[in-house]
């Protein structure tokens, strides 16, 4: 036992002046996902995630039936073995309509997330990084789209149009939202820039543009993640509510606004009508919050303690 | 001198604030010869920092313009050369070495990561070649277990450790004159001496010029051949680094010299140098340190001594350089 101590103490040593080899063979991208891989919320997200993208995928997988055979005879069974979920109003199997709902959902979140990324990251970074009339411009753009509430535009686009497609909705709710992301990104490359290892690869003779790619925006992208991930549950419930609304997806396409919509004039006698579609939005809304989160502490490297 | 590799002449530097005008470096030359190390020496606002930056041509303008001054470079001059054409220079024919090596390296990327990406860009090497050659230039600079501290994050080094994998970027690209700004000043005292070492071993094995900037006077007597001491902007002393030491020819240097704390001198309280550092937006007519020099008179107060030679290869911008006391 005593001999033993003085090893030990000398591995301790060791380790102390030897860089943690688990960390130093790590990149920044097996940094995170270590750390969430330890994170229940993670899991949870993912899990929820890799379900609704199955639905929106492959929905047949998930036992439905078909989500047009609608026998008006079968209308307004509540919830049994048959019938899962019961059947609405016209008498289609309800658990089989909120399943396929989730494609629409996970489209428009999907669009709304890319198309609002590249507006976001393109014009941001230019607007922070060469800033003046670049900025001004920029920035002014944004000012006026941020000044219509995002929901209120939409409505206003989509009526116009008379409602649209999945991809349609998408782009509106991402031409109205972007502004948000965009002051976000921009802000972000004027913190960035003006770090000292901008200035160090500007004496190495880095141009701009390598600059702004290999070093600003990798150092700002953290935030910008987190985010997309909150614009893609944001999407979902504004997709949900314009149609709800009755200015997104119209009859016979499948969503979850548009069964909301039904299930409002007969609540709440028919309550399993709005109760089901409800759930299965707030869980999609709520995975991908909890993913941001999730994301957003894996992320943040420089929280790391200085060891 | 023979054929210098660095000439500064008349350099100038103003920013243009709301509340006025200030020369941050007004007038600053020196030639620096090959494999020489020049200290530029001075406190604070002192324009030391500026100065290096204007050479690089990394000040961000506005609000900094240089103004005035040539900075040649072999054969060429670099303050008129085209942006594409001085970033060729940078890193290749200057190098820049910064005083926190944990704000100078990338966070997100790992140390080799920063070499190699350094190395494939500027020599155009593969990605094996520029890892081998990155793992070289760790150990040239004294790293131990380079393999493992080329997988290492920034945040995973020690201070040393870092500024040394910044001095290997800095020398990546065999640059002809490294323009050092305080290397050693974040570091703890025992690092300094080892990085100041390695920085004193790669200029006699390469003959790379090295322009050192310090506020730490023992720093650059240990390392350079020659002493600039700068005040308010200007160069108000130049000399062999042994002779400035022991028999300076300004006050303000005599002054510097003298609020060094001596192990052999007990005192109750070191001689500082009185008055407070310019106010660079109000600078006194005449000479800027006449309000805190004990030799200033009429003439200090109303004219702007000329900097002349006071002795072999001595300058000094002083009305008085005889009666500087140490």
């Not at chain 2, 005008?21 to 606002?45: I, N, P, Q, R």
């Not at chain 2, 100078?104 to 890892?131: I, N």
């Not at chain 2, 070289?136 to 994050?153: H, K, M, Q, T, Y």
Request: hydrophobic share 45%.
């Amino acid at each position: 036992m005593s001999s033993k101590r003085p090893t030990s103490f000398m591995e301790g040593v060791s380790e102390i002046n030897d860089t943690p080899s688990e960390a130093a063979a790590a990149t920044l991208w097996s940094d995170v996902w270590r750390k969430m891989r330890r994170d229940k919320r993670f899991w949870v997200a993912a899990a929820l995630i890799t379900m609704f993208a199955l639905m929106a995928i492959a929905p047949f997988l998930f036992f439905t039936k078909d989500p047009q055979a609608c026998p008006i005879a079968d209308f307004a069974q509540r919830p049994s073995r048959e019938h899962w979920f019961g059947t609405d109003i016209l008498g289609c199997d309800y658990y089989t309509r909120v399943v396929y709902g989730a494609r629409t959902s996970f489209k428009v979140g999907l669009v709304v997330a890319s198309v609002t990324i590249a507006i976001a990251l393109t014009l941001g970074a230019s607007a922070g990084y060469y800033g003046r009339k670049t900025d001004m411009i920029a920035s002014r753009f944004a000012d006026i789209l941020f000044s219509v509430p995002t929901l209120l535009g939409a409505i206003l686009v989509l009526t116009l149009f008379h409602g649209g497609g999945a991809l349609i909705i998408g782009l509106v709710i991402a031409f109205f939202g972007w502004p948000d992301m965009f002051r976000l990104v921009r802000s972000t490359v004027i913190g960035g820039k003006t770090r000292g290892y901008v200035r160090a690869a500007r004496t190495m003779g880095s141009s701009g543009r390598t600059i702004l790619r290999r070093h600003v925006l990798p150092n700002g992208i953290a935030p910008v993640l987190v985010f997309a991930a909150y614009v893609i549950g944001g999407a979902v419930g504004a997709e949900a509510g314009l149609t709800f609304l009755g200015v997104g997806l119209q009859l016979p396409s499948i969503s979850w606004g548009l069964q909301l919509a039904v299930a409002d004039t007969r609540f709440p006698e028919l309550a399993y009508l709005m109760i089901y579609p409800s759930l299965f939005l707030c869980l999609m809304i709520g995975a991908f919050i909890l993913l941001g989160e999730s994301l957003r502490d894996a992320l943040d490297v420089k929280l790391e303690p200085n060891d | 001198m023979t054929d210098p590799v660095l000439e500064v002449e008349d350099l100038q530097v103003e920013f243009r604030t709301e509340e006025g005008v200030v020369k941050a470096v007004d007038g600053v030359g020196y030639a620096l010869g090959k494999g020489e190390v020049l200290a530029v020496l001075g406190e604070s606002g002192s324009g030391k920092t500026v100065h290096a930056r204007a050479m690089m041509r990394i000040l961000d303008s506005p609000p900094a313009f240089i103004t005035n001054g040539t900075v040649r470079l072999g054969d060429m001059e670099l303050l008129t050369l085209d942006e594409d054409d001085m970033r060729e220079v940078r890193g290749s024919r200057v190098a820049m070495l910064f005083q926190d090596p944990h704000t100078a390296l990338d966070p997100v990327f790992t140390v080799g990561d920063q070499l190699m990406e350094l190395l494939r860009e500027r020599r155009k090497m593969s990605r094996g070649q520029a890892r081998e050659e990155s793992l070289a230039l760790l150990e040239r600079v004294g790293i131990p277990d380079a393999r493992d501290r080329l997988n290492a994050f920034p945040h995973q080094l020690s201070g040393g450790i870092a500024q040394r994998v910044m001095v290997a970027m800095a020398v990546a690209l065999e640059p002809e004159v490294l323009l050092a700004d305080e290397p050693t000043s974040s570091l703890d005292v025992t690092v300094q001496a080892q990085v100041l070492d390695l920085l004193g071993s790669l200029v006699a094995e390469t003959q790379m010029s090295m322009v050192l900037i310090t506020h730490n006077l023992a720093v650059a007597v240990g390392l350079a051949k020659r002493i600039a001491v700068m005040y308010a902007g200007r160069i108000v002393e130049l000399g062999p680094a042994r002779d400035v030491y022991t028999t300076p020819k300004h006050p303000y240097s005599a002054g510097l010299l003298r609020s060094i704390p001596d192990i052999q001198v007990r005192e109750e309280r070191l001689p500082g140098i009185t008055g407070s550092p310019p106010n660079l937006l109000k600078l006194p007519t005449g000479c800027a340190f006449s309000p805190r020099c004990p030799l200033a008179d009429d003439r200090c107060r109303a004219e702007v001594p000329a900097y002349v030679e006071v002795g072999t290869d001595r300058w000094s911008a002083c009305f008085h350089p005889e009666e500087v006391q140490r």
